[in-house]
């Protein structure tokens, strides 16, 4: 389940993909990492020179003032939709994406098989699509605090649940599909429900009473992730608590989720300084710690690799934060986003290259 973390905004979006074609050309991208074979890849981002980015699978989705559009592994178009929305939201999962804007009252999703528009009149709050192609759509709803609805693979609607109290914030869909998470701020605290989706029967309930979190994640073993600005919550998604993990007095600049594990990027408030990179268990045991020389503008992850976007530079590591390569001058960089097999897509100026280290 891969959202571009929306943090900033509700913070800042962690996005990650990295591209200059001309360094492809002069072999600064270059000595493969492992599996996979990326000569072939040629994206086609005309149009898209000012769009918005964020991972889908081995691919990636793009989304613009004017249109929208899915690439797979080599770059090839999958789909594309003229559907446009104005602020701009986007989520992908394998060969899918989900995009948006918030409150307003479309959505479209983006598949290899094609486009779908789908209309939800009380607005869109959050969306998710996980690798297996279900949707999950957070809407206000007359009547209810809002809604919750499951868009399987075929665009149809399978599943939804009515809110009725607390003010929901964001829902997420587990990676076999079988249950669903929502996030609300309750007087009690902020509220995790957790529905199975051949129910509406509640199947478990958590309430953090001491954070003030304003988004969730199912992480790829099925465990609940949820984010504060000062802290995070890991969660069983039958409700037991798994581990919290204090930011210490720093704050969250963005976070991605790969295999097994979060990376989460923290800056500090002390004028001149800087921060860290967090890698942590989906039981939010800290793994790995870094302090970062440089400012941090972006993380992406996947698999077992992460990619960090700093202000002239984008390094790629591995989970226990060894340096596999870096590609250097990256100022002006839309995005770079982590791929499984180590190698990460590179976008900016209406180009996109891998980078391989």
């Not at 939800?120 to 192609?133: I, M, R």
């Not at 919750?148 to 599909?177: E, K, M």
Request: charged share 20%; proline share 1%; hydrophobic share 40%.
């Amino acid at each position: 389940m891969k959202k571009p973390g929306r943090i900033i905004g509700k913070l800042l979006i962690g996005l990650v993909i990295l591209a200059v074609a001309v360094l492809a050309a002069s072999g600064v991208i270059g000595s493969r990492l492992n599996k996979k074979d990326n000569s072939g890849f040629n994206a086609d981002l005309a149009g898209f020179e000012n769009a918005r980015f964020a991972a889908a699978g081995s691919g990636f989705a793009a989304v613009s003032d004017i249109a929208c559009r899915l690439y797979g592994r080599n770059g090839e178009v999958l789909c594309t939709a003229s559907r446009s929305y104005p602020q701009l939201q986007i989520a992908g999962g394998e060969e899918c994406a989900a995009v948006w804007s918030e409150g307003g009252s479309g959505l479209t999703l983006l598949r290899s098989s094609g486009a779908a528009d789908l209309d939800f009149s009380g607005g869109v709050t959050a969306a998710d699509v996980n690798d297996a192609g279900t949707a999950v759509v957070l809407a206000g709803e007359i009547g209810y605090k809002g809604s919750v609805t499951v868009v399987d693979s075929d665009n149809s609607s399978v599943y939804r649940v009515y809110i009725g109290s607390g003010y929901p914030l964001d829902a997420d869909i587990s990676p076999d599909s079988l249950r669903v998470a929502i996030l609300s701020l309750t007087s009690a605290g902020s509220a995790v429900s957790v529905y199975e989706t051949d129910s509406e029967q509640l199947y478990a309930e958590y309430v953090c009473e001491n954070r003030s979190c304003f988004e969730l994640e199912y992480m790829s073993d099925g465990r609940l992730m949820l984010i504060s600005n000062d802290g995070a919550v890991f969660l069983k998604d039958d409700g037991r608590l798994m581990g919290e993990l204090s930011f210490d007095g720093e704050f969250l600049k963005g976070y991605s989720a790969g295999d097994g594990y979060a990376v989460l990027l923290l800056g500090r408030y002390k004028a001149g300084s800087t921060g860290r990179i967090l890698v942590v268990d989906t039981a939010g045991n800290l793994l790995h710690s870094m302090d970062t020389a440089a400012e941090t503008e972006g993380v992406s992850a996947a698999g077992k690799y992460i990619a960090v976007r700093y202000t002239d530079e984008t390094v790629l590591y591995d989970t226990e934060l060894n340096v596999l390569g870096s590609l250097q001058d990256t100022a002006g960089i839309q995005a770079a986003v982590m791929r499984s097999d180590g190698s990460a897509v590179i976008i900016t100026g209406g180009r996109a290259a891998i980078f391989e280290p």
